[in-house]
Nanobody, 118 residues
Framework: QVQLVESGGGLVQPGGSLRLSCAASGFTFSSYAMNWYRQAPGKERELVATITRFSSRTNYADSVKGRFTISRDNAKNTVYLQMNSLSPEDTAVYYC???????????WGQGTQVTVST
C-alpha cells in the first residue's frame, strides 16, 4: 500500500527551473530519509539528492550541487526537488523513494519526466 507519486515535471528551456514534488503514503514518512533519483535513456538510475528525516542534512550528486535543492514537509508527507539552471544533461525521469542505509526501500513509482531542450 506504499505509494510514491511524483509530479511537477515538464518541458523547460536550458537555464530554466522546475520544482518537483513527491507525495508519499503507506508508511511513517518522518521515520526515513528520502532520496531523489533520475534515469536518463540508456543510463543507470542515478542518486541525485538525499535528505535526512528532520532535514538536518542534505547531500547532492556533484552534477547537481549548487543548482538543486531537496526539502521535505513531514506534515504533508511530501519531499520536493527545486531544480534551477537546468541543462539538457538533466533530462531524465525523476523518482523519489525512502531510504535506509543508503538503499531504496519501496517499489518505484511512475516518476515524472523532465525534458530540458530548446
Amino acid at each position: 500500500q506504499v505509494q510514491l507519486v511524483e509530479s511537477g515535471g515538464g518541458l523547460v528551456q536550458p537555464g530554466g527551473s522546475l520544482r518537483l514534488s513527491c507525495a508519499a503514503s503507506g508508511f511513517t514518512f518522518s521515520s526515513y530519509a528520502m532520496n531523489w533519483y533520475r534515469q536518463a535513456p540508456g543510463k543507470e538510475r542515478e542518486l541525485v539528492a538525499t535528505i535526512t528525516r528532520f532535514s538536518s542534512r542534505t547531500n547532492y550528486a556533484d552534477s547537481v550541487k549548487g543548482r538543486f535543492t531537496i526539502s521535505r514537509d513531514n506534515a504533508k508527507n511530501t519531499v520536493y526537488l527545486q531544480m534551477n539552471s537546468l541543462s539538457p544533461e538533466d533530462t531524465a525521469v525523476y523518482y523519489c523513494n525512502a531510504a535506509s542505509f543508503g538503499s531504496p526501500l519501496y517499489s518505484w513509482g511512475q516518476g515524472t519526466q523532465v525534458t530540458v531542450s530548446t
